[in-house]
Each structure stands twice: as structure tokens, then as C-alpha cells.
Nanobody
Framework: RVQLAESGGGSVQTGGSLRLSCAGS????????TAWFRQVPGKERERVAD????????YYADAVKGRFTISADNVKTTSYLQMNDLKPEDSGIYYC??????????????????WGQGTQVSVSS
């Protein structure tokens, strides 16, 4: 079964950078969607970015466009989220997720069947 493990969270000041990693294992297909979500208490889990390995298509939420970059390694089992110019509103628990959706990344969060345990990101002003 697919297992995902995030790392790279931490505490930074406004304007700082962090790079999150999501190490995946157990994939049985080469084509899938890998995504990053974040959640803060009292709010729904928000999709920050996603990447579809079949086409290389990426998506970014408006709030992070131009500051965050999603990427994957050559064998596409590890995804990364480079976060620059961080703001306090970027704070939250960041989860990576994957889905064998086809074609493209699913709009429905429920379609993501594999989730990591989450990593905390805290941005202070």
C-alpha cells in the first residue's frame, strides 16, 4: 500500500523559506496525482498545490501563486513544496496526499486515498 511521510516543517519568520518533502513508497502505478494541503483549526483542509505526473500539470491556490513551487524527483516518488516569502497566514499543518486519479488531479478531496501524517509550519510576524 502507498505510504507517505512528510518532513521539513518548522518555524520561520515572515519572509522566510521552508522546503517540505513527501517521501512516497508502495506506488503500483507511474501516473498519479501528488498534492499538498494545509489545515488550520476551525477551517477546512485547503489544497495548496498539486502535480499530475502523467502530464506535469501543476495547480496552485491563488494565495500561494508566485511563492510556492511543487515538484517531484526523477522517479516521482518524492514530492517537494518549496515555500518562499512565507506569511503568518501560511501557518498550519501541511499534509501531502496522492491519488491514482485519471486523467488529471481530482477536484474532490475525498478522491485522495493516501495521506501523510502532516508536518507543522509556523510563520511568525
Amino acid at each position: 500500500r502507498v505510504q507517505l511521510a512528510e518532513s521539513g516543517g518548522g518555524s520561520v519568520q515572515t519572509g522566510g523559506s521552508l522546503r517540505l518533502s513527501c517521501a512516497g513508497s508502495g506506488y503500483t502505478r507511474d501516473i498519479y496525482c501528488t498534492a499538498w494541503f494545509r489545515q488550520v483549526p476551525g477551517k477546512e483542509r485547503e489544497r495548496v498545490a498539486d502535480f499530475y505526473t502523467g502530464t506535469g500539470k501543476v495547480y496552485y491556490a491563488d494565495a500561494v501563486k508566485g511563492r510556492f513551487t511543487i515538484s517531484a524527483d526523477n522517479v516521482k516518488t518524492t514530492s517537494y513544496l518549496q515555500m518562499n516569502d512565507l506569511k503568518p497566514e501560511d501557518s498550519g499543518i501541511y499534509y501531502c496526499a496522492s491519488s491514482y486519479s485519471n486523467p488529471g488531479c481530482p477536484e474532490n478531496v475525498a478522491a485522495f486515498g493516501h495521506w501523510g501524517q502532516g508536518t507543522q509550519v509556523s510563520v511568525s510576524s
